[in-house]
Antibody, heavy 121, light 108 residues
Framework: QVQLQESGPGLVKPSQTLSLTCTVS??????????WSWIRQPPGKGLEWIGY???????YYNPSLKSRVTISVDTSKNQFSLKLSSVTAADTAVYYC?????????????WGQGTLVTVSS | EIVLTQSPATLSLSPGERATLSCRAS??????LAWYQQKPGQAPRLLIY???NRATGIPARFSGSGSGTDFTLTISSLEPEDFAVYYC??????????FGQGTRLEIK
């Protein structure tokens, strides 16, 4: 059973960089069959896709966040990470890491439990 | 960007009733649409992929239909655990994906 777990600071100051790590267990991030994604959800609102990374390091970002987002992967640790720069209160959200079936026909089949990140001074 | 519009925003029904949730795309997404269920305090769960295929472990009372721009998630007979928020997601320009704004299914 694949499990994903987010970790990182729950409070970030405005203008600083949000950094989160997702640790994958029960499966290899290098399997090649999946993309690994970050998705966020502001309190009481809907889901917003942030971006994907493949084990090779290829990335795809939401155009609306692209200038501030970096997603990286560490296959030796079976982890991938998110950095979001120049944060504001609008970036306050529950951040989920997840596994995507990497096809037009598929879906996001495994999710982490989510971690709340609050942007506040 | 493809915009997904879900309706209604809130649906109030009783256990045992049939639920019909709609998702409309701003342009054709073929069959490349997924549905997710989210309960309070939990991560979303994949219900349906490729418009009409149930994900592993999803009960048969959940079904999806549609293609092009109009899609429907149907729950044939509501169980108490089905009251949640439901999201559609288009994948036609994968890896770029977008979600609908959600439909809240509440107990009447």
């Amino acid at each position: 059973q694949v499990q994903l777990q987010e970790s990182g600071p729950g409070l970030v100051k405005p203008s600083q960089t949000l950094s989160l790590t997702c640790t994958v267990s029960g499966g290899s991030i290098s399997s090649g069959d999946y993309y690994w994604s970050w998705i966020r959800q502001p309190p009481g609102k809907g889901l917003e896709w942030i971006g994907y990374i493949y084990y090779s390091g290829s990335t795809y970002y939401n155009p609306s966040l692209k200038s501030r987002v970096t997603i990286s992967v560490d296959t030796s640790k079976n982890q991938f990470s998110l950095k979001l720069s120049s944060v504001t209160a609008a970036d306050t959200a529950v951040y989920y890491c997840a596994r995507d079936q990497s096809s037009l026909e598929g879906g996001i089949d495994y999710w982490g439990q989510g971690t709340l990140v609050t942007v506040s001074s | 960007e493809i915009v997904l519009t879900q309706s209604p925003a809130t649906l109030s029904l009783s256990p045992g009733e049939r639920a019909t949730l709609s998702c409309r795309a701003s342009q054709s997404v073929s069959s490349y649409l997924a549905w997710y269920q989210q309960k309070p305090g939990q991560a979303p769960r994949l219900l349906i992929y490729d418009a009409s295929n149930r994900a592993t472990g999803i009960p048969a009372r959940f079904s999806g239909s549609g293609s092009g721009t109009d899609f429907t998630l149907t729950i044939s007979s509501l169980e108490p655990e089905d009251f949640a928020v439901y999201y559609c997601q288009q994948r036609s320009n994968w890896p770029g994906v977008t979600f609908g704004q959600g439909t809240r299914l509440e107990i009447k």
